[in-house]
Protein backbone atom coordinates (compact mmCIF):
# COMPACT_ATOMS: atom_id res chain seq x y z
CA UNK A 1 0.00 0.00 0.00
CA UNK A 2 3.30 2.27 0.83
CA UNK A 3 3.52 2.30 -3.33
CA UNK A 4 0.31 3.08 -4.03
CA UNK A 5 -2.46 2.60 -6.56
CA UNK A 6 0.02 1.07 -10.42
CA UNK A 7 -0.75 -0.49 -12.77
CA UNK A 8 -1.45 -3.98 -10.94
CA UNK A 9 -2.98 -2.35 -8.12
CA UNK A 10 -6.22 -0.97 -7.10
CA UNK A 11 -7.87 0.71 -3.98
CA UNK A 12 -11.45 0.86 -3.27
CA UNK A 13 -12.80 2.58 -0.45
CA UNK A 14 -15.72 0.80 -0.22
CA UNK A 15 -18.20 -2.52 -1.68
CA UNK A 16 -20.60 0.20 -2.68
CA UNK A 17 -18.40 0.65 -5.54
CA UNK A 18 -19.01 -2.69 -7.39
CA UNK A 19 -19.24 -1.31 -11.02
CA UNK A 20 -16.11 0.48 -10.62
CA UNK A 21 -14.53 -3.01 -9.14
CA UNK A 22 -15.96 -4.99 -12.43
CA UNK A 23 -14.33 -2.27 -14.40
CA UNK A 24 -10.80 -2.92 -12.99
CA UNK A 25 -11.24 -6.61 -12.66
CA UNK A 26 -12.00 -6.31 -16.54
CA UNK A 27 -8.33 -4.32 -17.03
CA UNK A 28 -6.19 -6.57 -15.01
CA UNK A 29 -7.61 -9.28 -16.92
CA UNK A 30 -6.61 -8.07 -20.23
CA UNK A 31 -3.47 -6.77 -19.50
CA UNK A 32 -1.03 -7.85 -16.69
CA UNK A 33 -3.18 -9.53 -13.34
CA UNK A 34 -2.87 -7.98 -10.36
CA UNK A 35 -5.12 -6.90 -6.81
CA UNK A 36 -7.49 -4.55 -5.99
CA UNK A 37 -8.00 -4.25 -2.01
CA UNK A 38 -10.94 -2.58 -1.18
CA UNK A 39 -11.84 -0.54 1.99
CA UNK A 40 -8.85 1.44 1.44
CA UNK A 41 -8.49 5.00 0.06
CA UNK A 42 -7.52 6.14 -3.36
CA UNK A 43 -4.77 7.73 -1.33
CA UNK A 44 -3.75 4.47 0.27
CA UNK A 45 -5.42 4.95 3.71
CA UNK A 46 -6.97 1.77 5.48
CA UNK A 47 -10.51 2.58 5.79
CA UNK A 48 -11.81 -0.95 6.25
CA UNK A 49 -14.88 -2.45 5.25
CA UNK A 50 -17.94 -4.48 6.92
CA UNK A 51 -17.65 -8.00 6.16
CA UNK A 52 -20.86 -10.31 6.39
CA UNK A 53 -21.56 -13.82 6.28
CA UNK A 54 -22.18 -13.64 2.76
CA UNK A 55 -20.21 -11.11 1.54
CA UNK A 56 -17.39 -12.73 -0.17
CA UNK A 57 -19.91 -15.03 -1.73
CA UNK A 58 -22.15 -11.75 -3.08
CA UNK A 59 -18.89 -10.25 -4.73
CA UNK A 60 -17.63 -13.63 -6.18
CA UNK A 61 -21.03 -14.19 -7.85
CA UNK A 62 -21.48 -10.58 -9.00
CA UNK A 63 -18.48 -10.62 -10.84
CA UNK A 64 -18.87 -14.51 -12.11
CA UNK A 65 -22.17 -12.99 -13.51
CA UNK A 66 -20.98 -9.89 -14.89
CA UNK A 67 -17.50 -10.82 -16.78
CA UNK A 68 -17.56 -12.75 -20.15
CA UNK A 69 -15.59 -15.19 -20.30
CA UNK A 70 -16.34 -15.26 -16.61
CA UNK A 71 -13.75 -14.32 -13.98
CA UNK A 72 -13.14 -16.81 -10.82
CA UNK A 73 -10.70 -14.67 -8.90
CA UNK A 74 -9.09 -15.33 -5.69
CA UNK A 75 -10.94 -13.20 -2.95
CA UNK A 76 -10.22 -13.02 0.40
CA UNK A 77 -9.94 -10.91 3.61
CA UNK A 78 -7.22 -9.39 5.40
CA UNK A 79 -7.02 -7.31 9.01
CA UNK A 80 -4.62 -4.58 9.12
CA UNK A 81 -4.51 -1.97 12.14
CA UNK A 82 -7.62 -3.77 13.24
CA UNK A 83 -9.64 -3.06 10.72
CA UNK A 84 -10.94 -5.72 7.78
CA UNK A 85 -10.19 -5.52 4.03
CA UNK A 86 -10.81 -7.45 0.96
CA UNK A 87 -8.03 -8.43 -1.36
CA UNK A 88 -9.52 -9.44 -4.56
CA UNK A 89 -6.65 -11.17 -6.75
CA UNK A 90 -6.37 -12.42 -10.42
CA UNK A 91 -3.88 -13.57 -13.11
CA UNK A 92 -3.54 -11.65 -16.59
CA UNK A 93 -6.53 -14.21 -18.35
CA UNK A 94 -6.11 -16.57 -21.09
CA UNK A 95 -9.05 -15.77 -22.87
CA UNK A 96 -9.03 -12.05 -24.46
CA UNK A 97 -10.58 -9.76 -24.23
CA UNK A 98 -12.83 -9.66 -20.69
CA UNK A 99 -15.87 -7.95 -20.81
CA UNK A 100 -17.40 -6.23 -17.79
CA UNK A 101 -21.16 -5.76 -18.97
CA UNK A 102 -20.64 -5.61 -22.45
CA UNK A 103 -17.52 -3.43 -21.89
CA UNK A 104 -13.86 -4.56 -22.06
CA UNK A 105 -11.23 -2.55 -20.02
CA UNK A 106 -7.08 -2.45 -19.87
CA UNK A 107 -4.88 -1.02 -17.11
CA UNK A 108 -2.78 1.96 -18.62
CA UNK A 109 -0.73 3.30 -15.43
CA UNK A 110 -3.13 3.16 -12.50
CA UNK A 111 -6.33 3.67 -14.71
CA UNK A 112 -9.00 1.88 -16.63
CA UNK A 113 -9.44 2.57 -19.75
CA UNK A 114 -12.50 1.65 -22.00
CA UNK A 115 -11.14 -0.45 -24.97
CA UNK A 116 -12.77 -0.48 -28.47
CA UNK A 117 -13.65 -2.40 -31.76
CA UNK A 118 -9.75 -2.34 -33.05
CA UNK A 119 -8.45 -3.00 -29.95
CA UNK A 120 -10.92 -6.03 -29.05
CA UNK A 121 -10.11 -7.17 -32.51
CA UNK A 122 -6.53 -6.91 -32.11
CA UNK A 123 -6.44 -8.91 -28.96
CA UNK A 124 -8.95 -11.71 -30.69
CA UNK A 125 -6.61 -12.06 -33.04
CA UNK A 126 -3.62 -12.75 -30.55
CA UNK A 127 -5.81 -14.50 -28.53
CA UNK A 128 -6.66 -17.23 -31.63
CA UNK A 129 -2.58 -17.27 -32.49
CA UNK A 130 -1.89 -18.30 -28.80
CA UNK A 131 -4.09 -20.50 -27.83
CA UNK A 132 -5.80 -23.56 -29.19
CA UNK A 133 -9.68 -24.13 -27.79
CA UNK A 134 -8.41 -27.58 -26.37
CA UNK A 135 -6.00 -25.38 -24.52
CA UNK A 136 -8.25 -22.86 -22.95
CA UNK A 137 -10.38 -23.40 -19.67
CA UNK A 138 -13.47 -25.02 -19.59
CA UNK A 139 -14.94 -22.34 -16.97
CA UNK A 140 -17.80 -24.89 -15.73
CA UNK A 141 -15.68 -27.35 -14.52
CA UNK A 142 -13.32 -28.34 -12.06
CA UNK A 143 -10.83 -31.38 -10.59
CA UNK A 144 -14.70 -33.06 -9.86
CA UNK A 145 -15.56 -33.32 -13.03
CA UNK A 146 -12.27 -35.64 -14.28
CA UNK A 147 -12.10 -39.59 -13.58
CA UNK A 148 -9.40 -40.47 -11.38
CA UNK A 149 -9.56 -44.06 -12.07
CA UNK A 150 -9.14 -43.05 -16.04
CA UNK A 151 -6.44 -40.52 -15.09
CA UNK A 152 -4.43 -43.45 -13.17
CA UNK A 153 -4.89 -45.91 -16.27
CA UNK A 154 -3.34 -43.39 -18.68
CA UNK A 155 0.28 -42.71 -17.32
CA UNK A 156 0.69 -46.76 -17.17
CA UNK A 157 -0.30 -47.05 -20.83
CA UNK A 158 1.86 -43.92 -22.08
CA UNK A 159 4.87 -44.97 -20.26
CA UNK A 160 4.83 -48.28 -21.79
CA UNK A 161 3.95 -47.21 -25.73
CA UNK A 162 5.29 -43.51 -25.61
CA UNK A 163 7.50 -43.27 -22.65
CA UNK A 164 6.05 -40.79 -20.75
CA UNK A 165 7.52 -41.15 -17.65
CA UNK A 166 4.79 -40.83 -14.74
CA UNK A 167 4.52 -42.10 -11.66
CA UNK A 168 1.33 -43.89 -11.81
CA UNK A 169 0.84 -43.29 -7.60
CA UNK A 170 0.99 -39.09 -8.82
CA UNK A 171 -1.86 -37.11 -7.79
CA UNK A 172 -4.82 -36.10 -10.41
CA UNK A 173 -3.91 -32.67 -10.07
CA UNK A 174 -0.13 -33.43 -10.40
CA UNK A 175 -1.21 -35.93 -13.35
CA UNK A 176 -2.73 -33.11 -14.76
CA UNK A 177 -0.61 -30.96 -14.66
CA UNK A 178 2.27 -32.74 -16.29
CA UNK A 179 0.46 -33.81 -19.15
CA UNK A 180 -0.33 -30.16 -20.18
CA UNK A 181 -4.04 -29.76 -19.54
CA UNK A 182 -4.58 -27.33 -16.03
CA UNK A 183 -3.67 -23.93 -16.81
CA UNK A 184 -3.51 -21.92 -13.18
CA UNK A 185 -4.84 -24.76 -11.86
CA UNK A 186 -7.99 -25.44 -13.90
CA UNK A 187 -9.00 -28.43 -16.22
CA UNK A 188 -9.07 -27.43 -19.58
CA UNK A 189 -11.33 -28.50 -22.45
CA UNK A 190 -8.73 -31.51 -23.63
CA UNK A 191 -8.51 -32.81 -20.11
CA UNK A 192 -12.29 -33.25 -19.96
CA UNK A 193 -12.42 -34.46 -23.21
CA UNK A 194 -9.52 -37.28 -22.29
CA UNK A 195 -10.72 -38.01 -18.79
CA UNK A 196 -14.14 -36.21 -18.25
CA UNK A 197 -16.54 -38.38 -16.35
CA UNK A 198 -19.36 -36.66 -18.52
CA UNK A 199 -17.71 -34.67 -21.19
CA UNK A 200 -21.48 -34.43 -22.94
CA UNK A 201 -22.42 -32.28 -20.13
CA UNK A 202 -20.00 -29.59 -21.07
CA UNK A 203 -19.82 -30.60 -25.11
CA UNK A 204 -22.64 -32.18 -26.74
CA UNK A 205 -21.02 -32.58 -29.93
CA UNK A 206 -18.55 -34.49 -28.49
CA UNK A 207 -19.77 -37.65 -29.59
CA UNK A 208 -19.18 -40.10 -32.59
CA UNK A 209 -22.47 -41.58 -34.25
CA UNK A 210 -21.85 -44.97 -36.07
CA UNK A 211 -24.44 -46.26 -39.04
CA UNK A 212 -24.55 -49.45 -41.15
CA UNK A 213 -26.90 -48.51 -44.06
CA UNK A 214 -28.17 -51.09 -46.31
CA UNK A 215 -26.85 -50.37 -49.58
CA UNK A 216 -24.51 -47.29 -51.15
CA UNK A 217 -26.66 -44.48 -49.86
CA UNK A 218 -27.16 -43.22 -46.60
CA UNK A 219 -31.17 -43.57 -46.23
CA UNK A 220 -33.71 -45.28 -44.04
CA UNK A 221 -33.92 -47.54 -43.24
CA UNK A 222 -30.56 -48.28 -41.62
CA UNK A 223 -29.29 -52.00 -40.57
CA UNK A 224 -27.59 -50.52 -37.08
CA UNK A 225 -27.11 -46.82 -35.48
CA UNK A 226 -25.29 -46.07 -32.70
CA UNK A 227 -24.29 -43.06 -30.68
CA UNK A 228 -21.55 -43.11 -28.67
CA UNK A 229 -20.34 -40.91 -25.62
CA UNK A 230 -17.95 -41.13 -22.97
CA UNK A 231 -14.09 -39.56 -23.40
CA UNK A 232 -12.46 -39.44 -26.59
CA UNK A 233 -10.66 -42.21 -25.68
CA UNK A 234 -13.71 -44.68 -25.00
CA UNK A 235 -15.21 -43.52 -28.16
CA UNK A 236 -12.25 -45.08 -30.53
CA UNK A 237 -12.57 -47.89 -29.32
CA UNK A 238 -16.25 -48.57 -29.17
CA UNK A 239 -16.20 -47.29 -32.69
CA UNK A 240 -13.96 -49.86 -34.00
CA UNK A 241 -15.95 -52.44 -32.66
CA UNK A 242 -18.81 -51.03 -34.11
CA UNK A 243 -16.91 -51.13 -37.63
CA UNK A 244 -15.42 -54.51 -36.82
CA UNK A 245 -19.10 -55.73 -36.39
CA UNK A 246 -20.11 -54.54 -39.31
CA UNK A 247 -17.74 -55.74 -42.02
CA UNK A 248 -16.59 -59.47 -43.27
CA UNK A 249 -13.80 -61.35 -42.28
CA UNK A 250 -12.20 -64.51 -44.56
CA UNK A 251 -10.61 -67.27 -42.64
CA UNK A 252 -8.95 -70.48 -44.29
CA UNK A 253 -6.17 -72.77 -42.89
CA UNK A 254 -3.52 -73.06 -45.63
CA UNK A 255 -2.46 -76.86 -46.54
CA UNK A 256 0.59 -77.81 -44.77
CA UNK A 257 -0.28 -75.07 -41.73
CA UNK A 258 -2.13 -75.64 -38.64
CA UNK A 259 -3.14 -72.59 -36.95
CA UNK A 260 -6.18 -70.33 -38.60
CA UNK A 261 -5.22 -67.65 -41.69
CA UNK A 262 -7.64 -64.47 -41.26
CA UNK A 263 -8.18 -61.01 -43.69
CA UNK A 264 -10.57 -58.60 -42.96
CA UNK A 265 -12.73 -56.60 -45.31
CA UNK A 266 -10.75 -53.43 -44.15
CA UNK A 267 -7.34 -53.24 -42.37
CA UNK A 268 -8.42 -52.65 -39.29
CA UNK A 269 -5.41 -50.95 -37.79
CA UNK A 270 -6.38 -48.25 -40.82
CA UNK A 271 -9.61 -48.29 -39.44
CA UNK A 272 -8.46 -47.39 -35.67
CA UNK A 273 -6.09 -44.52 -37.56
CA UNK A 274 -8.88 -42.71 -39.03
CA UNK A 275 -11.23 -42.92 -36.73
CA UNK A 276 -8.46 -41.79 -34.34
CA UNK A 277 -7.57 -38.85 -36.55
CA UNK A 278 -10.99 -37.99 -36.88
CA UNK A 279 -11.65 -37.64 -33.30
CA UNK A 280 -8.72 -36.23 -32.52
CA UNK A 281 -8.10 -33.28 -35.13
CA UNK A 282 -12.03 -32.28 -35.39
CA UNK A 283 -13.10 -28.60 -34.64
CA UNK A 284 -14.68 -29.12 -31.56
CA UNK A 285 -16.02 -25.57 -31.37
CA UNK A 286 -18.68 -26.65 -34.57
CA UNK A 287 -21.32 -28.85 -33.75
CA UNK A 288 -21.39 -31.15 -35.59
CA UNK A 289 -20.30 -34.82 -34.27
CA UNK A 290 -18.13 -37.13 -36.13
CA UNK A 291 -19.75 -39.77 -38.25
CA UNK A 292 -18.54 -43.18 -39.37
CA UNK A 293 -20.61 -44.61 -42.41
CA UNK A 294 -20.49 -48.33 -43.67
CA UNK A 295 -22.03 -49.61 -47.00
CA UNK A 296 -22.26 -51.97 -48.83
CA UNK A 297 -18.74 -50.68 -51.00
CA UNK A 298 -17.06 -48.66 -48.99
CA UNK A 299 -16.39 -47.20 -45.35
CA UNK A 300 -16.72 -43.07 -44.50
CA UNK A 301 -15.89 -41.42 -41.78
CA UNK A 302 -16.55 -37.77 -41.32
CA UNK A 303 -14.58 -34.97 -38.86
CA UNK A 304 -15.61 -31.44 -39.25
CA UNK A 305 -12.54 -29.78 -39.61
CA UNK A 306 -9.63 -27.85 -41.65
CA UNK A 307 -6.46 -29.01 -42.13
CA UNK A 308 -3.53 -27.95 -40.20
CA UNK A 309 -1.68 -25.16 -42.44
CA UNK A 310 0.35 -25.89 -44.58
CA UNK A 311 -1.38 -28.62 -45.80
CA UNK A 312 -4.40 -29.05 -48.29
CA UNK A 313 -6.56 -31.41 -50.15
CA UNK A 314 -4.19 -31.39 -53.06
CA UNK A 315 -1.17 -32.12 -51.54
CA UNK A 316 -2.57 -35.19 -49.62
CA UNK A 317 -3.60 -36.63 -52.71
CA UNK A 318 -0.07 -36.41 -54.43
CA UNK A 319 -1.07 -33.74 -56.51
CA UNK A 320 0.86 -30.75 -55.69
Known amino acids: MTQGENQTAEFK ?8 IGETISGLANTSGGI ?10 ILGVDIGKKTMEDLANFLKENTDPKIYPEIKSLKIDDKKLIEISLKESDEKPVFFKAHAFQRVGKTNQRIYASKIRELAKQERVKLHWDEKICERANLEDVDEEKVKWFPEKARYERRLEINPNTSVREALERLELTRNGRVTNAALLLFG ?7 LQAETRCGRFKGTKPLKPFIDMKVFGGSIIDQVDVAVDFVLRHISMAAWVSEGKVEREEKWEYPPDAIREAIVNAICHREYEQGSNVQVRIFDDRIEIWGCGLLPEPLTVEALNGRK
Request: hydrophobic share 35%.
Open 13 to 20: SSLKLLNE
Open 36 to 45: ILIGVSDEGK
Open 197 to 203: KNPQRFF
